[in-house]
């Protein structure tokens, strides 16, 4: 894949912020994009050790360069302090945009995010969906190694991606002292690829790992911060049930997961697929609420009687409930929870994904196969 691959995120016209994990295309796609921009590139030694002994650099520069509308700051949660200046610059330069990048919220959500006042919207960039790639997508191959650029573009995807596993513990974790105990950080991450899609249990969790529960929501709580992991909740409006409260986990890219997850003679290739497929189908849904223009949210559905949905989409004009079956044939017990949540939800569309050759439609639901799901899903649209 040496060719560029367009991208379906808009940028605003305002300022923005840009979230989004190492390795995902943030950088590529400003480049691209603002090819007339200023660019401050935080991850460059020399740059950084500029700007965070000088913050009113970022200032002298704009002064400096009349011509220059565009700014983007790049990594700038390793710099916090450069967000004073520019949030003064925001209020005096109505004319310019000022774009930051980052791959963690952790100090900047610490240390001054808030002080931009809401002068600067926040987005999130997602790794590559289905759709962006056409004919280069392929299902089998985001489901071993996931759909982040960095890693599908090499030659060698599986060792690039067990090199970007350990740059998020070299470089986000160990050098930003964000834990003591790197070792038992990574051990940590391979048990919690067992919660991969399922309800977390910090208790368990903790106890696996041989530490406190408070240190395990800690490691949580990072996970979430540098944009590798994210909770679902359930979907409780307006419910005729008795719902369950927790949130269900997941790691952010279906290769991620696949790496991390530890293999032996007892474990179940179909189970790990499964899971596998599941989210992979979540982070394309991920994606396309945050790319899509209207305010989408996703959750899942649980009942305490045991009726799930694994996906729903809910928004100002969506409603959609999604289920994901890693089986090649659809069975009655197949729908039977997504039949449920209609007789509830009756405004609700209802969407099976399974990994069958034919589109289908059983009892008023929808039937993709996966693949062809997915390659036809795109924002502001609904397959």
Known sequence: ???????????????????????????????????????????????????????????????????????????????????????????????????????????LRRKGVNLLAGRALLTHFHPFIASELKENFSLDMALKFGLIPLVISSDTPGKTMEAYIALYLKEEVKEEGLVRDVGAFARFLEILSFSHGSVLNLSNLARECQISRKVAENYISIIEDLLVGYKIPVFSKRSKRAMIAQEKFYLFDAGV???????????????????????????????????????????????RGGSEVDFILYGENSFHAVEVKNASQIHPQSIRSLKTFLIDYSESSGTLLYRGTEKLNIDGITCWPVEDFLLQLQPNQWP
């Open 1 to 107: 894949m040496s060719e560029y691959t367009k991208r379906f995120f808009k940028s605003p016209d305002s300022s923005f912020f840009i979230f989004g994990p190492r390795g995902t295309g943030k950088s590529t796609w400003l480049k691209k994009t603002f090819q007339d921009s200023y660019l401050i590139d935080l991850l460059d030694e020399k740059t950084f050790r500029e700007y965070i002994a000088h913050p009113e650099r970022i200032r002298q520069v704009v002064e400096g360069n009349p011509d220059i509308k565009r700014y983007i700051i790049d990594e700038v949660q390793k710099a916090p302090v450069l967000l004073d200046s520019i949030h003064s610059l925001i209020e005096e330069y109505k004319t310019h945009q000022f774009i930051l990048t980052g791959s963690s919220s952790r100090k």
């Open 257 to 303: 997961y696949y790496n991390l997850r530890p293999r032996g003679p007892l474990d179940s290739p179909d189970e790990i697929g499964g899971i596998a497929l599941e989210g992979l189908v979540l982070q394309h849904l991920k994606a396309w609420c945050d790319y899509s223009d209207k305010k989408v949210d996703c959750y899942y559905w649980r009942t």
